[in-house]
């Protein structure tokens, strides 16, 4: 079976061209995943990429540079917005007619004019839909569905478009994304293709993991003195709470380090941080890291004090990650995870920056509920979380199902 992919720049694009490592994997594993385990279930998938940077091809054992294809947009701004949907509209056009394709795989909303030739060329297709709260939430308050289609339309004008066009499915997130309420709030019905809202996976280690010990230094082994904070800097993301947590530590007299780990998507929310951090005189105590491999994102909270959960909304791929390898983590009480945690059994919550310095200051000298905390940690995500193989693999069987016109009706519609 040949599949064509269709997508935009990210992390998992990264490790794909880059010979298919699993340990390289910054971020986007939902992306990832899937595409490994089609390849290797003996299918052939061609990457259609939107991007204008330069891109080499390390070959791997299912993914060749013949499988390779790459649009780059010849205008800015504007203009170049313009050009997008015209430009994936043509290139699909001309893959289908090069080759016979299956399945088209759309990757975000930006792919939806793809995803639509394909529909209209009478390919079986779909689209995986990522992240839509903030569009959720900004509509909702807009009154008559009248005006908020209006500016869906405007604003949001290809999340809009993929919800309403024909394809096999959609596969949306259920972790807070709203996207099954998005369709009520705009008056849309979902007639043209299945509707599926699964939640996320995370690759949960057989064993427990223990905290790194030995010569060196953190994050290489475990430090009691040092907090981490895993996820793009972003404004929905609030690294400026995790800076004013560690800012009432040293306020109480404790001297911790705080480490985010995370590549900066807004300037806003790393500006707002580093106000905050000069607020309270700890430059030399706060480090921004960057971007790491997933791997590395996992050692940086398995051996440091606690990790910070502290967003917008938490449940995301960072929260099934870190609780999966059993490190303490210490969440603001918004209740969007409320299903996976208990206070003080297998996570330690908290209402206000005070409170959480205060509770962070506390567990450093309580050795027993440290071990109590993370061994209840990666009890729940061997107890409650999807495993990638599962999640993922049910994923990948759906696209091939979908593709060969067996009967779907078996798949839940909500996870």
């Not at 064509?4 to 298919?20: H, K, Q, W």
């Not at 009154?143 to 024909?166: E, P």
């Not at 999807?386 to 060969?404: N, P, S, Y």
Request: neutral net charge; hydrophobic residues 40%.
């Amino acid at each position: 079976m040949r599949i064509l992919y269709i997508a935009f720049d990210n992390p998992a694009v990264d490790t794909i061209l880059g010979g298919m490592n699993e340990e390289t994997l910054s971020g986007l594993p939902a992306f990832f995943y899937p595409f490994k385990l089609l390849l290797e279930r003996g299918n052939t998938i061609d990457l259609l990429l939107f991007s204008n940077a330069e891109h080499e091809v390390t070959e791997s054992e299912h993914f060749k540079k013949e499988n390779f294809f790459q649009i780059k947009s010849k205008h800015g701004g504007v203009l170049g917005k313009l050009e997008l949907p015209l430009l994936l509209m043509r290139e699909t056009r001309k893959r289908l007619k090069a080759r016979h394709y299956d399945f088209v795989y759309g990757l975000s909303e930006g792919s939806h004019m793809g995803v639509r030739t394909a529909a209209k060329m009478g390919v079986p297709c779909a689209l995986r839909q990522f992240g839509t709260q903030e569009m959720a939430n900004v509509l909702e308050p807009v009154k008559g569905v009248f005006r908020r289609r209006l500016k869906a339309l405007k604003d949001y004008t290809y999340i809009t478009l993929s919800m309403m066009s024909r394809k096999s499915f959609l596969l949306a997130t259920n972790d807070g994304s709203r996207a099954d309420e998005l369709y009520d709030i705009l008056g849309i019905k979902k007639k043209k293709f299945d509707f599926y809202f699964w939640r996320s996976a995370v690759m949960v280690p057989d064993k427990q993991p223990k905290p790194d010990t030995g010569s060196g230094s953190y994050p290489d082994v475990y430090d009691p003195n040092c907090l981490s904070m895993v996820g793009r800097i972003a404004d929905v993301k609030r690294q400026d709470r995790a800076a004013r947590i560690l800012g009432e530590v040293h306020k109480r007299g404790v001297k911790m380090h705080l480490y985010l780990i995370g590549d900066v998507s807004s300037r806003e929310m790393f500006d707002a941080t580093k106000k905050v951090i000069a607020e309270y005189g700890i430059e030399d105590y706060v480090h921004f890291v960057g971007g790491k491999p997933q791997s590395l994102c996992r050692k940086y909270a398995r051996n440091s004090l606690a990790t910070l959960l502290v967003s917008e909304w938490n449940r995301v791929n960072i929260f099934y990650e870190v609780m999966g390898e059993g490190s303490v983590v210490l969440t603001n009480n918004n209740h969007s995870i409320d299903e996976f945690i208990e206070d003080n059994e297998n996570c330690l919550v908290y209402d206000a920056e005070e409170e959480a310095a205060e509770r962070l200051i506390a567990l450093a000298n309580d050795r027993a509920l440290i071990e109590k905390l993370r061994s209840s940690a990666y009890r729940t995500a061997t107890e409650k979380f999807m495993t990638v193989d599962r999640r993922f693999g049910m994923e990948a069987q759906l696209i091939m199902d979908t593709a060969q016109g067996k009967d779907t009706s078996k798949y839940p519609k909500t996870i």
